[in-house]
């Protein structure tokens, strides 16, 4: 079994800053890359930002306000969202590809979600 944690959401003011974090446990042999995804209501759950290997890749709309980073000894990666706006606000999810045993395939993993709420 593999789960994957999430906290750190919130309510802040426009302007403000929280960071997320994510932790996955289990059966883990490797995680070939975590992200944060996230959803408001019904809608499509929407891509906002991904780490994998040395790479990043960032939705237009959090570029140079969101920051994700990974620390791999813990499996954990991290969201930083600076300068939020009311219209970050959303169930962010985490996300990671992971592998179980050494020849297994990736599979995904999502965490239960958490809340971000940016209102004054």
């Known amino acids: 079994q593999v789960q994957l944690v999430e906290s750190g959401g919130g309510l802040v003011q426009p302007g403000g800053s929280l960071r997320l974090s994510c932790t996955a446990s289990?059966?883990?042999?490797?995680?070939?890359?975590m992200g944060w995804y996230r959803q408001v209501g019904g809608s499509e759950r929407e891509l906002v930002a991904i780490?994998?290997?040395?790479?990043?890749i960032y939705a237009d709309s959090v570029k140079g306000r969101f920051t994700i980073s990974r620390d791999n000894a813990k499996n954990t990666a991290y969201l930083q969202l600076n300068s939020l706006k009311s219209e970050d606000t959303a169930a962010y999810y985490c996300?990671?590809?992971?592998?179980?045993?050494?020849?297994?395939?990736?599979?995904?993993?999502w965490g239960q979600g958490t809340q971000v709420i940016v209102s004054s």
């Open positions: 996300n990671a590809l992971i592998r179980r045993t050494r020849d297994g395939i990736q599979e995904p993993y």
């Open positions: 780490s994998r290997g040395s790479s990043t």
């Open positions: 289990g059966s883990i042999f490797s995680i070939d890359s």
